[in-house]
Every structure is written in structure tokens, then in C-alpha cells.
């Protein structure tokens, strides 16, 4: 079956700009994850949505950075007045439930350089 | 979050086995041991998880100490496929634990 897919698979952007990056989970899995991986660093925790809701935006690291899901499916990461820094791979993942055993798939990412 | 400590890379021959050591010394009872991989330029990739018992998938098999506080994966015959990068997420259960937390991870090169 589909896995979890993103796009766009690459996206260069100059500073000041907003993007817009998108992912479609696997079909009946209700959790989602956003989560970035800047060069030479670890992954790190944006935000996770159980359906349509987030219970944890914790790592979101600005106020310009928001994420919606809808129809407990599709997801957008919306980034604000982009800044260099924000240069990084966005992954998205999805499980099927919520536990602590349960696995994450992930999508291949998206890559965006900020000029 | 407990913390996982591992080496930062290794080196095996192909198709010999590896043994990927994690330390976890602060691992709660209820904490569960996952592993994930991430080959260069993918997303990472689900390998295994355990809590008490050792555990074998068709990818590697993950042995847990006696007192939980390590584990090791277990390649049983790694390929050139197999190298990546190996993490050791501790992941408690229920609800307020669903984000995976990334260490540095151990980079695997398998030697042709």
C-alpha cells in the first residue's frame, strides 16, 4: 500500500516568504507527526495531531511556524516570513494509534533552503 | 525524557553480524525500547521495539538486559543496505508520549 508521502520534495524559497509544505498520511493511521532535521543535526519534534486536533505544539520554535490537519487526514506546515535558519528537511510520520509501542512511518521529506 | 546513550559510529565486514549497544540507565518501568534507521537521504525507518523480552522481526532482533537498563540490536547478517544511521528512542506509553525523541545515534559503515 501507499506509504506517507510529502511534497513538495524540494523547495527553495527566499527569505521573507511563506511556505507551505504538505503531507498525506497513511490512509486510516489518526496520529501524524511534523518533525525537521537541519544539517549535521538530529531530528527534532514540531508537532503531533492526533485527528484533527494537536495536543502537543511544543516544538513548534516561533510563532511562525503553524500546522493544520483536516478530515483527520491531509496536513500542512506553514512557515511564516521564512528565515534562514529554517533551511531543513521537514519529515512527516504517521502511526495508527496512539501508544507507547506503536510505530512511526515516515515520508520521505521535504527539503527547503531559504535564500 | 530518559535518555539514551550510544557510540557514534561503527564499522562492520558485510555479512558478518552486528551488535548495536544503547544505554538507557534511567529507563522507567514503563518505558518502551525503539529502534529506528535512517538510510542517507530517506526518512528514518521503523526497525523494532521491545519492553521486557528480547524480540526478533525480520530485520534484526533487539535483546534487552535483565535490569533494562541496555539493549543491543542485532543485525544478524548485515548487507550494504544496512548502512545507516541507528537510533535508541525510549518511548513511554499512553497518551502525553507520542513524540519520538532523537539522539545523535550510532552511523553504521559496513565494509564491502
Known amino acids: 500500500g501507499a506509504g506517507v508521502s510529502q511534497s513538495p520534495s524540494n523547495k527553495v524559497t527566499e527569505k521573507g516568504k511563506d511556505v507551505e509544505l504538505r503531507c498525506d498520511p497513511i490512509s486510516g493511521h489518526t496520529a501524524l507527526y511534523w518533525y525537521r532535521q537541519s544539517l549535521g543535526q538530529g531530528l527534532e519534534f514540531l508537532i503531533y495531531?492526533?485527528?484533527?486536533?494537536?495536543?502537543?505544539k511544543s516544538g513548534l520554535p516561533s510563532d511562525r511556524f503553524s500546522a493544520e490537519r483536516t478530515g483527520g487526514s491531509v496536513s500542512t506546515l506553514t512557515i511564516q516570513r521564512t528565515q534562514q535558519e529554517d533551511s531543513a528537511v521537514y519529515l512527516c510520520?504517521?502511526?495508527?494509534?496512539?501508544?507507547?509501542?506503536?510505530?512511526?512511518?515516515f515520508g520521505p521529506g521535504t527539503r527547503l533552503t531559504v535564500l | 525524557d530518559a535518555k539514551t546513550t550510544q557510540p557514534n559510529s561503527m564499522e562492520s565486514n558485510e555479512e558478518e553480524p552486528v551488535h548495536l549497544p544503547c544505554n538507557h540507565s534511567?529507563?522507567?518501568?514503563?518505558?518502551?525500547i525503539h529502534w529506528y534507521r535512517q538510510l542517507p537521504s530517506q526518512g528514518p525507518e521503523y526497525v523494532i521495539h521491545?519492553?521486557?523480552s528480547n524480540v526478533n522481526n525480520r530485520m534484526a532482533s533487539l535483546a534487552i538486559a535483565e535490569d533494562r537498563k541496555s539493549s543491543t540490536l542485532i543485525l544478524h547478517r548485515a548487507t550494504l543496505r544496512d548502512a545507516a544511521v541507528y537510533y535508541c528512542i525510549l518511548r513511554g506509553p499512553g497518551f502525553g508520549n507520542e513524540k519520538l525523541t532523537f539522539g545523535t545515534g550510532t552511523r553504521l559503515t559496513i565494509i564491502p
Open positions: 521491545g519492553l521486557t
Open positions: 495531531f492526533q485527528g484533527n486536533s494537536a495536543p502537543d
Open positions: 510520520a504517521s502511526s495508527p494509534m496512539v501508544v507507547g509501542g506503536n510505530e512511526q512511518f
Open positions: 534511567t529507563i522507567s518501568g514503563t518505558d518502551y
